[in-house]
């Protein structure tokens, strides 16, 4: 008995824990891993090489992170050939013993249009000895695949989708046509039936209408609910593929596998199933057990899907050349990662053999500058070292740092300039530049003030101006005015106060969000991002999960704009709110 499992894990980077723990929780024979996210030049060790299994990875040459596939077997379930596309155009001549072979007929495809078709990393073929329950030996090829999503919003998409979708099944029935066995596993981007979608459209005609499930319903054989499970092979229909799931379950309802994670859709099971596994028609009927969905399995945006096969694969005692531990940057330290030698930081404590070196040299600087020591052969750099200590940076002017100012200066008011000084307060002996206010400043002027008389008032009204525009920190600095003003408030609680209201001048916070009509409940804020008149407009909805509309713990149909009522249709038809 051998388990495989498909799973689109949203970024082999992403994970929540170590990939080694998740091939463990996985508990399969062979993973087949879409929408990787990863390009070779980001491949590190630690996900090529996992003890106990070889690693097959097919990249995406149009883009880095995008799309990718790999497909981890275990070690006595190591494949025979692995071939990387479906037209067989990507493959390596000098490596034609891994080649699987057996395309069809593709002379409807351009040459142009099948290196399109295969260069962003969406399909990877395994060859596999399967020994079935009876004991007799046959090939299974296993095709791991990421078929595209047709953006509507990028033209040629849906052309490019279901132009791999034909090659895809050209393929797939070369293959049968050559007496093997065929499983086509993976991320196929459209939901069959209805029963497959959480909302499908009442007009089942018009469900039905959109080419990829046409084409998904010319692949797979229809399942009566009586037939299922049932062992015999006779079939009048021609299709050569089955569902294996709705094989077993035709009738089970809301198994998806995949949901939103922006609107949360998984609490609610608000989701489609588009992610299968299905092989040929003998094979689905004759050897495999179960085929389950892991819902509760997390770590991304889709849920692992797992059938069992009767039989078990004969091991391979010589590993396809493409095993991701044969690529140069992994063999022992003979080709290391290009990336390597562009890394920012200090040099790490790896040593480097030099073995045309057997002299032991070492070499010291009396400034401390730099040291080199070379011993049996091997070279050490340490990098120079540097005045850290508050001593040495208080012996030396030069780096002393400065002292950090307090935010509160950030938000004092500039003094305005005085009025320059007239003859006759020159001759009064009243000196000095009131453009520069400070605290003896203030102490002078309010002393001078209490002792002149009366009479000659005009140079002190001046210098009564000017201390008005005293900054306040002066007058917290000077206990001598503070005497002389009569503020009895003591200095730290007038500080305080100001750095309180200054930071709430900062900080003062979004307005407080609406509440939801459905739950009563405070809404969450979003911003529109998809082009069109009102990209980057921002909105309130309820912030529960999207769900069913019949399911009251879903999100409501609560919409609220942000910022000044104005006339907004929705859909054409009615217009919306709007908050300010």
Excluded at 128 to 146: F, K, M, P, T, W
Excluded at 313 to 326: E, N
Aim: hydrophobic share 30%; aromatic share 6%.
């Amino acid at each position: 008995m051998m388990r495989v499992l498909t799973w689109n894990i949203n970024g082999i980077r992403a994970c929540k824990q170590p990939l080694k723990n998740e091939l463990f929780d996985l508990d399969s024979d062979i993973i087949c891993l879409q929408e990787t996210k990863i390009t070779r030049d980001l491949l590190d060790e630690e996900t090529a090489i996992q003890d106990g299994y070889n690693s097959f990875f097919s990249f995406s040459k149009k883009r880095s992170g995008y799309s990718g596939v790999a497909t981890y077997c275990r070690t006595h379930t190591t494949p025979v050939r692995v071939e990387e596309g479906l037209s067989g155009i990507l493959h390596d001549d000098s490596k034609a013993v891994d080649v699987i072979g057996h395309y069809g007929d593709l002379s409807e495809f351009t040459n142009e249009e099948l290196v399109s078709l295969d260069s962003e990393g969406r399909a990877l073929l395994t060859e596999h000895q399967y020994r079935d329950s009876a004991g007799e030996a046959s090939q299974l090829v296993l095709i791991n695949v990421y078929c595209p999503r047709a953006d509507p919003d990028k033209e040629g998409r849906l052309d490019y989708k279901l132009g791999f979708y034909k090659l895809l099944q050209i393929r797939a029935e070369a293959l049968l046509q050559a007496n093997k066995q065929v499983i086509i596993l993976g991320d196929f981007n459209v939901s069959h039936k209805p029963i497959d979608h959480c909302d499908p459209d009442g007009d089942e005609e018009k469900y039905f209408a959109r080419p990829s499930r046409q084409w998904i319903t010319r692949l797979l054989e229809e399942i009566p609910s009586d037939q299922a499970k049932k062992p015999s092979s006779q079939s009048k229909s021609r299709k050569k593929f089955i569902d294996t799931f709705r094989y077993f379950y035709p009738k089970r309802e809301n198994a998806f596998t995949c949901w939103s994670t922006k609107s949360g859709a998984r609490q609610t099971n608000y989701g489609t199933r588009i992610d299968y596994i299905v092989s040929n028609t003998g094979l689905c009927r004759g050897e495999i057990e179960d085929c389950e969905i892991l819902q509760d399995f997390e770590g991304s945006d889709h849920c692992p899907v797992r059938a069992t096969l009767k039989g078990s694969m004969v091991t391979c005692d010589q590993i396809p050349s493409s095993c991701t531990k044969f690529m140069p940057e992994f063999l022992g330290g003979k080709q290391r990662k290009l990336l390597s030698f562009f890394t920012k930081g200090e040099v790490k404590g790896k040593e480097v053999a030099d073995n045309n070196s057997s002299e032991i040299i070492s070499e010291q600087r009396t400034n401390g500058a730099c040291a080199t020591t070379v011993s049996s052969g091997k070279r050490r750099l340490e990098a120079p070292a540097k005045p850290s200590s508050k001593k040495a940076r208080s012996l030396n002017p030069s780096i002393r740092s400065k002292k950090t100012s307090s935010i509160t200066t950030f938000f004092k008011k500039v003094p305005t300039a005085p009025q320059p000084l007239g003859e006759e307060d020159q001759k009064s002996g009243i000196t000095g530049s009131l453009s520069q206010p400070s605290a003896t400043v203030g102490v002078a002027s309010s002393v001078v003030r209490l002792s002149q008389p009366s009479g000659e008032s005009s140079s002190l009204e001046r210098l009564s101006q000017g201390e008005k525009d005293m900054k306040s920190d002066d007058l917290d600095n000077c206990p001598a005015l503070l005497a002389v003003s009569g503020n009895k408030e003591p200095e730290d609680t007038r500080r305080k106060k100001k750095m309180a209201s200054s930071w709430k001048d900062i900080l003062k916070g979004p307005p407080p969000a609406p509440l939801c009509k459905g739950h009563q409940e405070p809404c969450v804020l979003r911003t529109v991002k998809k082009p069109g008149p009102n990209l980057g407009k921002q909105f309130y909805v309820c912030c529960r999960p999207e769900g069913h509309k019949n399911n009251p713990e879903a999100r409501c149909n609560n919409f609220v704009w942000v910022g000044p009522a104005a006339k907004r249709v929705k859909d054409g038809t009615s217009k919306d709110k709007s908050v300010t």
